[in-house]
């Protein structure tokens, strides 16, 4: 029986290894809803070419009313909720909804470095739709999704031509190409155009 709740969000549970399973399957027997995204792995050995791996190992995510919601370090494995400090902060419910729709569409996906730079792009037909990312090369065929808070990433295998650039957070005032496989020239006048800039010394990016 789920217990009534007001406000219920998505959180970040940081758990102890290997204590992952058991803290989503302790979850829902205390009548919350959790979420324990995975993935296929490739194995080497060709009795087992691939099992299902953790998307974000360490993290179990639980969607609660944390002020008037139960108390979850009765729940064993448990470390924290991820936020700042003491005070645990929400998952955005568009990334949480895109890497459920990513696991459950079963395309394939793996985790990858957080922060990469890219043009931003929306999807645009397929079981992915409306989902938003990054792609790092012109034609490239995956796209980065993120959650933010945990400074985690994943890649997804698409087809290019499932992609469309978002015109409105590329910037520059200049108008940009709708489809992606106009990316690569866009992106070769960017880069000529940087090419002519002075160079300026930056910090290195968290």
């Known amino acids: 029986m789920l217990i009534s709740q007001t406000n219920p969000r998505w959180y970040a549970l940081h758990v102890r290894p ?4 058991s803290v989503a399957f302790h979850l829902r027997e205390h009548g919350q809803e959790s979420f324990l995204p995975l993935y296929k792995k490739n194995s080497s050995g060709n009795h087992n070419p691939s ?16 002020e008037r919601g139960p108390k979850l370090y009765l729940i064993p494995g448990i ?3 991820v936020g700042m400090g003491k005070k ?7 990334e949480i909804e ?8 079963r395309i394939d996906s793996e985790p990858c470095p957080f922060g990469r ?12 739709a409306g989902i938003e990312g990054i792609v790092e090369k012109p034609l490239a065929h995956e796209i980065v999704i993120s959650v933010s808070l945990l400074r985690r990433s994943v890649a997804v295998k698409i087809d290019p031509g499932c992609l469309a650039i978002m015109s409105d957070r590329a910037g520059g005032g200049n108008e940009m190409p709708d489809t992606l496989p106009e990316i690569a020239e866009a992106a070769l006048m960017e880069y000529a155009l940087v090419q002519r800039q002075p160079r300026t010394s930056t910090l290195p990016a968290d």
């Open 88 to 94: 645990p902060l929400p998952i955005e419910d568009d």
């Open 79 to 81: 470390i924290c909720a």
């Open 18 to 21: 290997l204590c992952e399973r």
């Open 98 to 105: 895109a890497i459920k729709r990513v696991t459950e569409s």
């Open 51 to 66: 099992r299902d791996a953790l998307l974000f190992p360490g993290y179990v995510f639980c969607r609660i009313d944390w």
């Open 117 to 128: 730079r890219g043009t931003p792009v929306r999807i645009i037909k397929g079981p992915l």
